[in-house]
């Protein structure tokens, strides 16, 4: 069964402290791996595709890389505007599967 | 570009009572329409996709005449919640494919919906 996991659930850093999210996927004939970032309350807000293996795109203080099992989201020098659910999901021929996602809180 | 919007934000209705809500592509056409439902702190579950000018197809245990679907054009969906009960209440949100900043398979995400039935 196709399946995408994140950990940790939640991650808690001080303002400047980088980490990295992570998101293993078992998706059969992935299409796609997507990220997008949720604000409580919100829907969520597009951030990056990944399409084959070795790929990494950025933006801002994200980058996001993806290899044959797995994608990681590198944060760098966090501040606390980044605080928020982040969410992957895995695209195959019929439909997208999301991760329950990490909740990101940086404190000042 | 590619911008979805949703109408209402909240919605409190009482029980037996039927709920609609709009989905809207506002900068692009959108060749597929999706709902989700959200509950707290959990990740979201597809309900339904939709087509333009096609039936919609629903996931496994979604009750398609409880959960009515119109896909009438490329920039408009609607979900209308038919007499509601207290355990529908639930954050719902849509996404809409289609647009090319993207790419065609990139699904973006309307506000949101936070319906509550008492």
């Known amino acids: 069964e196709d399946q995408v996991t994140q950990s940790p659930e939640a991650l808690r850093l001080q303002e400047g402290e980088s980490s990295s999210l992570n998101c293993s996927y078992t998706?059969?004939?992935?299409?796609?791996l997507f990220w997008y970032r949720q604000d409580p309350g919100k829907g969520p807000e597009f951030l990056f595709t990944l399409y084959s293996a070795g790929e990494e795109k950025e933006k801002e203080r994200l980058k996001a890389t993806l290899t044959k099992k797995e994608s990681f989201l590198h944060i760098t020098a966090p501040k606390p505007e980044d605080s928020a659910t982040y969410l992957c999901?895995?695209?195959?021929?019929?439909?997208?599967?999301f991760g329950a996602g990490t909740r990101l809180t940086v404190k000042p | 570009g590619a911008v979805v919007s949703q109408h209402p934000s909240r919605v409190i209705c009482k029980s037996g009572t039927s709920v609609k809500i709009e989905c809207r592509s506002l900068?692009?056409?959108?060749?597929?329409m999706f709902w989700y439902r959200q509950f707290p702190k959990q990740s979201l579950m597809l309900m339904a996709t939709s087509n333009e000018g096609s039936k919609a197809t629903y996931e496994q245990g979604v009750e398609k005449d409880k959960f009515l679907i119109n896909h009438a054009s490329l920039t408009l969906s609607t979900l209308t919640v038919t007499s509601a009960h207290p355990e529908d209440s639930s954050f719902y949100i849509c996404s809409a494919s289609g647009g090319t900043s993207g790419g065609t398979d990139t699904q973006y995400f309307g506000p949101g919906t936070r319906l509550t039935v008492l």
């Open positions: 998706v059969s004939g992935l299409r796609g």
């Open positions: 999901a895995g695209l195959n021929n019929n439909d997208m599967r």
């Open positions: 900068d692009f056409q959108a060749t597929t």
